[in-house]
């Protein structure tokens, strides 16, 4: 799997900034890289660890589109995202 915001960072020489990425698409789509796992999937609440922390995700209808062994996407209305 690529990852692909790392692949950028190393193509054009950006300093690290943390373990993972988050892309919020318009509110309706959660892009992560570098996710731990899942903890939590529900229509309301989906969280998921990453290094150092968890992730919360709020929303309504919120669905797991794509899930894999670092990445995931996350889709519905999303309101909120912690990071704890």
Same mark, same amino acid.
């Given at each position: 799997?690529?990852?692909?915001?790392?692949?950028?960072?190393?193509?054009?020489?950006?300093?690290?900034?943390?373990?993972?990425?988050?892309?919020?698409?318009? /509110?309706?789509?959660l892009?992560?890289?570098?996710? %731990?796992? &899942?903890?939590t @999937? $529900?229509?309301?609440?989906?969280?998921?660890?990453?290094k150092? /922390?968890?992730?919360?995700?709020?929303?309504?209808? %919120?669905? &797991?589109?794509? @899930? $894999?062994?670092?990445?995931?996407?996350?889709?519905?209305?999303?309101?909120?995202?912690?990071?704890?």
């Amino acid at each position: 799997m690529i990852n692909f915001l790392g692949e950028l960072k190393k193509e054009f020489k950006l300093p690290y900034v943390s373990d993972y990425n988050l892309i919020n698409i318009t /509110g309706k789509a959660l892009y992560v890289e570098g996710h %731990l796992g &899942l903890m939590t @999937l $529900s229509k309301d609440l989906i969280s998921f660890r990453v290094k150092n /922390g968890v992730i919360v995700v709020e929303g309504k209808g %919120l669905s &797991l589109k794509e @899930l $894999s062994e670092n990445t995931l996407c996350i889709e519905g209305k999303i309101k909120k995202t912690e990071v704890f």
